[in-house]
Each structure stands twice: as C-alpha cells, then as structure tokens.
C-alpha cells in the first residue's frame, strides 16, 4: 500500500460534487466502511475504511448486498484518518450531495470522529438539486440505471450512478 490513495478516474462532464457511503449495516454501531466520490468534472474515486478497534458490529446481511468483507476491508482498506484527510484534500470548501444523507450523514460523522478531524466540506441531501417534477422522477430514473449495471451497492458506482440519474433529469424534457 502506497502512502497516499491513488488518483481518481476522469471522465469529462460538469455537475455536482456527488457521494456513497457503504457501511457495516445498519442503525447504533455501524460504520462506514466504503466512501465513493464523483467530482464536478466528472472524476471518481473510492476508498474502503479499515474498521477502527471499536467497530466491531457486523451485518452479514449488509454483507450480502455489498459484498465487502470484513477482511478484505484489513487487508485493503486505508485508516479512517487517510481516508477523512483525502476527502478534505479533495472536497475543501464544497458542497457534497447525497442521495442517503441521514446514513451518510451519521457515518461520515462516525468517520471523521475515529480520524480526529472536522469535515472541511458539506453534506447536502441531493433533493436541493431537484425540483418538484425531477424529484417524482428521480426513482425510476436511478432504478433505471440500476439495471444497466452490475456493480450495484458498492460506493463509486453508486455515487457515478446517482450522479447519472441527477444528469438525465437535467434534460428539457425529464425537467
């Protein structure tokens, strides 16, 4: 493992700063496990979080859906202050939208707290980005898109996913 995460896949677009959040489960003692980011420009990145010695609850049925072992995260993951230094590094200043934000919300929070560090950015649920007629939409839309793609519930594909659907309703006739 090298000192610092590897640089994020680019793909040229504009829009909003996008983020995906898996975690160990569920409700009191989940964690984050997985953070998923796209950039304005279209670039993308993740990072698995290796578990701090107080996360110890483990949903197998969190497991199923994300199919992210508790081992591959020790074997692979990057500590959660890394992980937190590379979000501020990448994020500082901005406004970061979510299609989950009271989870991601809560485990970002669980994150920067094992790191000691404050979020130098902030989490915004991605509804402040529709309005009345793309909202109605926005399910069907993301499920859509769901479809094409096999890599459902891990976190870079699923912030490129939302940030997919948030692009598809921008047209003139989704709007």
Known sequence: MSAHPPAPRSAASSGPVIMDIEAS????GSYPIEVGIVLADGSSESWLIRPQPQWTRWDASAEAVHGIS?????????????VAQELNRRLAGQTVFTDGWAHDF???????????????????????????????KWKPTFD???QTDMTLHRAQADALRVRAAWAALQMPLAA
């Open 25 to 28: 489960g569920f409700g009191a």
């Open 144 to 146: 859509a898109l769901a």
């Open 70 to 82: 508790r081992a591959q995260l020790f074997a692979e993951g990057w500590s959660a202050r890394v």
């Open 106 to 136: 809560a485990w970002l929070a669980v994150l920067f707290d094992a790191a000691d560090l404050v979020p130098r950015f902030r989490l915004e649920h991605l509804r402040r980005l529709l309005n009345d007629r793309q909202a109605q």
